[in-house]
Antibody
Framework: DVQLLESGGGFIQPGGSLRLSCAAS????????MSWVRQAPGKGLEWVSG????????YYADSVKDRFTISRDNSKNTLYLQMNSLRAEDTAVYFC?????????????WGQGTLVTFSS | QSALTQPPSASGSPGQSVTISCTGT?????????VSWYQRHPGRAPKLMIY???QRPSGVPDRFSGSKSGNTASLTVSGLQAEDEADYYC??????????FGGGTKLTVL
């Protein structure tokens, strides 16, 4: 079975940094693109970033461009999201999601999510 | 990268059918056949119900169906059951390897 397990969430302060990880199992990780999707409190889902199966190509929503960096280690079956210059509006549950193709086209499996919460 | 537009709520009685719409533009929903629908129960991970507009993953009941006309995609749930009560989200490929999601629709089974 496909399993995606996120970790690394926590309390953030303005301007701070956080690194999320997603451990994948149950499928050939290196074959599929991966994405991070977030859901702020009371809001809908928002695609944050995607990465090709090889890791060579990365893609970002305008809201996080130049602040967040997505990466993957296919030898460790792990996806990462480095989040810098954090803002209060980045507060959300962050989901790791597997795509159906080698480049982002639509996700099929999701993790349970990890919470990133603004702390004043 | 504007979010797709979904009605905030929808409802139906057990056994009835309900259709949820998802409106985008020619740059996303209308331009590609990569529309997906997800079901999310509180506190649980989203579950894929429909992919590529109308394809159903194995294990998803055939009561769930998807379609698209122009810039609007639709999810129809037939023979509503209590367990169908959940939030439903659409998503679409938006070109240049970007994805876009809808704001979500809360489906209530009366």
């Amino acid at each position: 079975d496909v399993q995606l397990l996120e970790s690394g969430g926590g309390f953030i302060q303005p301007g701070g940094s956080l690194r999320l990880s997603c451990a994948a199992s149950g499928f050939t990780f290196s074959t599929y693109a991966m994405s991070w999707v977030r859901q702020a409190p009371g809001k809908g889902l928002e695609w944050v970033s995607g990465i090709s199966s090889s890791g060579i190509s990365t893609y970002y929503a305008d809201s996080v461009k130049d602040r967040f960096t997505i990466s993957r280690d296919n030898s460790k079956n792990t996806l990462y999201l480095q989040m810098n210059s954090l803002r209060a509006e980045d507060t959300a549950v962050y989901f790791c999601a597997k795509d159906t193709r080698s480049s982002p086209r639509g996700v099929d499996y999701w993790g349970q999510g990890t919470l990133v919460t603004f702390s004043s | 990268q504007s979010a797709l537009t979904q009605p905030p709520s929808a409802s139906g009685s057990p056994g009835q059918s309900v259709t949820i719409s998802c409106t985008g533009t020619s740059s996303d929903v209308g331009g590609y056949n990569y529309v997906s629908w997800y079901q999310r129960h509180p506190g649980r991970a989203p579950k894929l119900m429909i992919y590529e507009v109308s394809q159903r993953p194995s294990g998803v009941p055939d009561r769930f169906s998807g379609s698209k006309s122009g810039n609007t995609a639709s999810l129809t749930v037939s023979g509503l059951q209590a367990e169908d009560e959940a939030d439903y989200y659409c998503s679409s490929y938006a070109g240049r390897n970007n994805l876009v999601f809808g704001g979500g629709t809360k489906l209530t089974v009366l």
